[in-house]
């Protein structure tokens, strides 16, 4: 059974920082593009950052955020530096068969497996 299960999401002050990790079980972790995508309320997904063992940053956060990876653990983790209030989202650890930026819309579906989500929410 394929699980991808999010962890490290939170209240946090602007300029703070949090670690947000993803345990995967039941999938070959290193088969596949392992990427975080967020969605902030009332906007579509944005994919934030993507590893296929080099990282890839959208604008909006390069710089500020790193992906890394324990194969070991199977687990992946984004650290979050410098948080915005834009960076306000829901964040979703997902695997996918290519990178995000050669998929045609970007959504759900396109990518193989998805986690449930861990909220991130920036606020003083």
């Known amino acids: 059974q394929v699980q991808l299960v999010e962890s490290g999401g939170g209240l946090v002050q602007p300029g703070g920082s949090l670690r947000l990790s993803c345990a995967a079980s039941?999938?070959?972790?290193?088969?596949?593009?392992m990427c975080w995508v967020r969605q902030a309320p009332g906007k579509g997904l944005e994919w934030v950052s993507a590893?296929?063992?080099?990282?890839y940053y959208a604008d909006s956060v390069k710089g500020r955020f790193t992906i890394s990876s324990d194969s070991a653990k199977n687990t992946l983790y984004l650290q979050m530096n410098s948080l915005k209030p834009e960076d306000t989202a829901m964040y979703y650890c997902?695997?996918?068969?290519?990178?995000?930026?050669?998929?045609?819309?970007?959504?759900?579906?396109?990518?193989?497996?998805w986690g449930q989500g861990t909220q991130v929410t920036v606020s003083s």
């Open positions: 997902a695997a996918a068969v290519v990178p995000p930026w050669r998929m045609t819309s970007g959504e759900k579906y396109e990518y193989t497996y």
């Open positions: 590893s296929g063992g080099i990282p």
């Open positions: 039941g999938f070959t972790f290193s088969s596949y593009w």
